[in-house]
């Protein structure tokens, strides 16, 4: 197997917003993505164009450089 023959295949934006859902079903208004899960431009576009907001940034201390949804 090469590298090159790999594709990377991105999260949809039905898991997103499933995952959104569930966060605002326990009162949450922040939703993250871990840096090694790939989010098309596209979907990140498609959540922006909804109202979201979407930046890289840290979680905690811990979950750093992952892609943050607020609403």
Same mark, same amino acid.
């Given at each position: 197997?090469?590298?090159? &023959? ?7 934006? &039905?898991?997103?917003?499933?995952? %959104? ?6 009162? #949450? *208004? ?5 840096? *090694?899960? *790939? ?5 990140? !576009? @498609? !959540?922006?164009?909804? =109202? *979201?907001?979407?930046?890289? =940034?840290? /979680?905690? =201390? %811990?979950?750093?450089? #992952?892609?943050?949804? @607020? /609403?």
């Amino acid at each position: 197997m090469k590298a090159k &023959e790999l594709n990377k295949k991105s999260i949809s934006v &039905e898991v997103i917003y499933k995952d %959104i859902q569930n966060q605002e079903d326990n009162n #949450c *208004f922040k939703h993250y993505i871990p840096h *090694f899960v *790939f989010v098309s431009d596209k979907t990140k !576009l @498609e !959540l922006i164009e909804n =109202g *979201f907001k979407v930046y890289i =940034g840290d /979680w905690d =201390g %811990i979950i750093t450089n #992952c892609i943050i949804i @607020e /609403w």
